[in-house]
């Protein structure tokens, strides 16, 4: 069994902080849009973490299942208004019978998989022909790729350009799997400008906050924390940016 590095049961009651509800999500918009294209009866999503996009999604239809490895992640899930079918499990091992759905989708999750191609080919198992695999998420392969986060903690750069499986290579993947129709496009700009100390104030700078920073041992947390501060010192009116694209590879099982 593929194992996220990261355990996300420590920090799963904190986890839906990243989801105001005041905020609308451009990604959000691409799935119910997909959902309602291939006509969606039946719909997975894998690492579907606290429910949030399978809540959006009963929109469209109410056969909601949602597949975690972590039982916190899962306990948060089942507080979502709808109503929704969880099981704990690994993506790399769907426990569903072939042609099951007519939408799969992950969203900010890939990266944990391990095995991206076993997905990919898990996903083609469990469509219906008709149904879309969809993979949401950042990629830090692309070129105009803007992260503060980057620039102050060590290895985190590198770690991602491991762990995220590059927009082509996912291509590729579902080429080699029999998908067809297989089309990228960004479906939301990330952009935010911290100025100064509001960085200190940035929501996602907490170390349980993103996979990116929770994967860091204290010592190389509080190093990146430092050279912020450092910086600061420097300069009290520097910008910090967070400015990437959030990218859809959709995948149609012939
Ligand atoms: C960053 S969270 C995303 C959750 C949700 N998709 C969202 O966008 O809010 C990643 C989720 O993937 C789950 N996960 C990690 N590895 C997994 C695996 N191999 N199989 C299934 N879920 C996994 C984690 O437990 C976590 O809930």
Redesign the pocket.
Known sequence: ????Q????TI?AE??Q??PSTFHWERGDALLELARQVDAANVL?????????LNLLSQVTPQLYG????A???AQAKNQPAPLKLIR????QLPFRPSSFDLLY????V????NHEA?VEEAFRVLKPGGALAI?GHDPHSGDFDWYFYDYFETVYETDLHRYPSGSSLKEMMNRAGFQNIDQRNVEHVSSIHDGEQVLRDPFLKQNA??QLALLDRETYEAGIEKIMADLREDGRKVFKSDFWVRMVVGIKP
């Open positions: 069994m593929t194992q996220s990261l355990n996300y049961d799963s986890y839906n990243r989801y999503e894998a690492g579907c973490g606290t429910g949030y996009w597949l975690d490895f972590s916190g992640m899962a499990g690994t993506a790399t992950c969203v900010d999750a990266h944990h998989f391990g997905f949401i993103t996979s």
